[in-house]
């Protein structure tokens, strides 16, 4: 019992840490609502997006994202058949994409490059050419 405290204990002041020492966003969960049908980006402003993203065997909808350096994406993130993975490499997100359900994270891209996001739950035969990208640029 006391062990277990402790590990909950060290695993709440991690996650407590990350939020507010380190401004590391934790994914949270919305009511799934249907407003994306269609997967799609819109531009908010100069520097805001928001990405609604859908999953499905095996490829992301949309696949390729652009955005300028600076730019900071909210992404919305569900799922058409199984449950799905969304690791944006380098950047450190971990999202999962669950049919029924949206997964919603804020993510700034500061550096110009390159982004793969790969698919980090095993979703069937096609899983591993499970990608997309988010290219940033480097004109604002
Ligand atoms: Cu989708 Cu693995």
Redesign the pocket.
């Known amino acids: 019992m006391a062990l277990t405290g402790m590990l909950l204990s060290i695993f709440l002041f991690a996650i407590l840490y990350n939020v507010f020492s380190r401004k590391i966003d934790v994914p949270t969960c919305v009511p799934y609502t249907g407003t994306f049908k269609k997967p799609h980006i819109r531009k908010v402003d100069i520097q805001n997006y928001e990405v609604y993203a859908v999953?499905h065997?095996?490829a992301y909808d949309p696949d390729e994202i652009t955005i300028p350096k600076g730019s900071t994406i909210a992404l919305y993130l569900t799922s058409a058949d199984?449950?799905?993975?969304y690791n944006i490499v380098l950047k450190g997100v971990n999202l999962m994409?669950v049919p029924g359900g949206v997964s919603k994270t804020i993510i700034t891209f500061n550096d110009p490059g390159v982004y793969r996001v790969v698919?980090?739950?095993?979703?069937?035969a096609?899983?591993?050419y499970?990608m997309g990208k988010i290219i940033v640029t480097d004109k604002r």
Do not use: D, I
């Open positions: 999953a065997m095996w199984v449950v799905h993975g994409a698919c980090h739950e095993y979703c069937g096609g899983h591993q499970m």
